[in-house]
């Protein structure tokens, strides 16, 4: 018997009803991939990773339930594909499910994708950190998935067997390897546009070094100019030197001492600008 819902209470009232003592209300609000095979059922929980609820499911030998709400129908399969074998209508169930989740995630592969492409031409290090979280998020589950299907291919879960649908089986998980290592590549990406955030600000500090190099310099131009003349004019505000040289005389050398500064500090500038 298979069953879906769409309403997780009634979901929940079914699951009670067959006296699995398992908290059901604990699975919805996971962020991992969890399967656990008791005596006679499988759990599995699968993240709806923020755009639909988690789906859960509760697999056996008598009954089958699932809880889909807030996505596309699951993936139907022909009852004409189905090979008479143990544990059919729990295989047929997780299939549908777990192939309809991964077609979703793989909408969610494409926006970061597009997201990705557009951090190539207008790089954010900001926007870079969130996409990359979200990378990591969907790859993680993604690699779960993919173990489980392996583990599932091997015939380690007693309500799981790919011998009811092999072909539909091999499919899934070359669809779900292939994910996964596309989620790798985009990895791989948001790292090179780190990478290049890293440089872009690296180039921005470098010129606002720069620019403070100038002030600085320009600054000490001006110092040096006011301050050579203002020292010589000191020296002449002192009565004795005041009295033994004439008025000419200082003029002179305030004007001389005045070009120098200005001399000294235009090669400075020039070759600091």
Same mark, same amino acid.
């Given at each position: 018997?298979?069953?879906?819902?769409?309403?997780?209470?009634?979901?929940?009232?079914?699951?009670?009803?067959?006296?699995?003592?398992?908290?059901?209300?604990?699975?919805?609000?996971?962020?991992?991939?969890?399967?656990?095979?008791?005596?006679?059922?499988?759990?599995?929980?699968?993240?709806?990773?923020?755009?639909?609820?988690?789906?859960?499911?509760?697999?056996?030998?008598?009954?089958?339930?699932?809880?889909?709400?807030?996505?596309?129908?699951?993936?139907?399969?022909?009852?004409?594909?189905?090979?008479?074998?143990?544990?059919?209508?729990?295989? $047929?169930?997780?299939?549908?499910?777990?192939?309809? %989740? =991964? #077609?979703?995630?793989?909408?969610?592969?494409?926006?970061? *994708? +597009?997201?990705?492409?557009?951090?190539?031409?207008?790089?954010?290090?900001?926007?870079?950190?969130?996409?990359?979280?979200?990378?990591?998020?969907?790859?993680?589950?993604?690699?779960?998935?993919?173990?489980?299907?392996?583990?599932?291919?091997?015939?380690?879960?007693?309500?799981?067997?790919?011998?009811?649908?092999?072909?539909?089986?091999?499919?899934?998980?070359?669809?779900?390897?292939?994910?996964?290592?596309?989620?790798?590549?985009?990895?791989?990406?948001?790292?090179?546009?780190?990478?290049?955030?890293?440089?872009?600000?690296?180039?921005?500090?470098?010129?606002?070094?720069?620019? $403070?190099?100038?002030?600085?310099?320009?600054?000490? %131009? =001006? #110092?040096?100019?006011?301050?050579?003349?203002?020292?010589? *004019? +000191?020296?002449?505000?002192?009565?004795?030197?005041?009295?033994?040289?004439?008025?000419?005389?200082?003029?002179?050398?305030?004007?001389?001492?005045?070009?120098?500064?200005?001399?000294?500090?235009?090669?400075?500038?020039?070759?600091?600008?």
């Amino acid at each position: 018997m298979i069953q879906k819902f769409q309403d997780f209470e009634k979901f929940e009232e079914a699951v009670r009803a067959k006296n699995i003592p398992s908290d059901i209300e604990k699975l919805r609000g996971l962020d991992i991939l969890f399967y656990e095979t008791y005596d006679d059922y499988m759990i599995l929980s699968i993240p709806g990773l923020g755009v639909m609820p988690n789906q859960i499911l509760v697999l056996s030998s008598k009954f089958n339930y699932a809880y889909c709400e807030g996505r596309k129908a699951p993936t139907r399969v022909k009852i004409s594909k189905l090979k008479k074998s143990k544990y059919t209508e729990s295989t $047929l169930l997780a299939y549908e499910v777990l192939a309809g %989740v =991964i #077609s979703v995630y793989h909408e969610q592969y494409r926006e970061i *994708a +597009t997201d990705i492409e557009q951090l190539h031409d207008y790089p954010d290090i900001d926007e870079v950190e969130t996409v990359s979280k979200r990378v990591r998020i969907v790859s993680d589950v993604v690699e779960d998935i993919l173990q489980l299907l392996i583990e599932g291919e091997d015939k380690e879960f007693k309500y799981l067997n790919p011998d009811v649908l092999p072909y539909e089986f091999d499919i899934l998980i070359a669809r779900t390897r292939n994910m996964a290592d596309r989620l790798r590549n985009l990895k791989r990406e948001t790292n090179i546009i780190r990478s290049k955030c890293d440089i872009i600000e690296t180039r921005k500090l470098n010129k606002r070094i720069e620019l $403070l190099t100038k002030i600085m310099a320009i600054l000490t %131009v =001006i #110092s040096l100019v006011i301050s050579i003349p203002n020292t010589v *004019a +000191t020296i002449f505000g002192i009565p004795t030197v005041a009295e033994t040289i004439n008025i000419p005389t200082m003029m002179w050398l305030i004007v001389v001492s005045s070009i120098i500064a200005i001399a000294v500090s235009y090669l400075y500038v020039r070759g600091v600008i």
